[in-house]
């Protein structure tokens, strides 16, 4: 399984975009990238996934170079309900894989 | 999207007793469900794959006469802590995927907080 590696932790002003860059230099042909959002004391929820270019949904953007060793978590304007714990899992989308978690980065947004 | 729900959402119980969480997939059938171990301020470590009608594959160093899981039916998978003691204290996440999805997307119990005193 390939090993993510992201920043421990990242703060930020209210309003502000931010952009959380992952690194996953042994990324295989058949994995994907996932991110989920993490709330204290509650598990893990699916924010976006992509293999590669450009992913948006309604909460983020997901930006993937060519070479697929790395990843941006992109949050637009984000609110004092943003902070939480972001983690970058790479892996095969076939169901019977599980994920493996990093560390992920503890995104604090300050008002 | 799918719902997984888990219960009891927190237990304390007494060292050298034994604790079942249950975890269930509320809106769809999975053979396959995922349990997590998060301690403090760390992140989601997987203990063990949970197989519907099959023994689970543990992750190394994970003792399975310490954490027993049974996947009796296509909705339910259950951890059993046995004679817990206090470092068993840690949260339990349990996680699975609906056979129809096409984005193998993980869906997350809400956890359950274990207290061994």
């Known amino acids: 399984l390939a090993k993510t590696t992201q920043p421990i932790s990242m703060d930020s002003y209210e309003g502000q975009e931010v952009n959380i860059t992952c690194s996953h230099n042994?990324?295989?042909?058949?994995?994907?990238i996932t991110w989920y959002q993490q709330f204290p004391s509650q598990g893990p929820r699916f924010i976006i996934q992509?293999?590669?270019t450009k992913v948006t949904n309604e909460v983020a953007s997901l930006f993937i170079p060519a070479d697929r060793k790395s990843s941006t978590l992109s949050l637009p304007r984000v609110s004092l309900s943003d902070t939480a714990v972001y983690y970058c899992l790479v892996g095969d989308k076939r169901r019977n894989t599980p994920l493996v978690f990093g560390k992920g980065t503890r995104l604090s947004v300050i008002a | 999207g799918a719902v997984v729900s888990q219960h009891p959402s927190w237990v304390i119980c007494k060292s050298g007793t034994s604790v079942k969480i249950e975890c269930r997939s509320l809106?769809?059938?999975?053979?396959?469900m995922f349990w997590y171990r998060q301690f403090p301020k760390q992140s989601l470590m997987l203990m063990a794959t949970s197989n519907e009608g099959s023994k689970a594959t543990y992750e190394q160093g994970v003792e399975k006469d310490k954490f027993l899981i049974n996947h009796a039916s296509l909705t339910l998978s259950t951890l059993t802590v046995t004679s817990a003691h206090p470092e068993d204290s840690s949260f339990y996440i349990c996680?699975?995927?609906?056979?129809?999805?096409?984005?193998?997307?993980?869906?997350f119990g809400e956890g359950s907080r274990l207290t061994v005193l």
């Open positions: 996680s699975a995927t609906p056979g129809q999805s096409n984005t193998g997307e993980l869906f």
């Open positions: 809106d769809f059938q999975a053979t396959t």
């Open positions: 042994n990324i295989a042909t058949n994995d994907y």
């Open positions: 992509g293999y590669k």
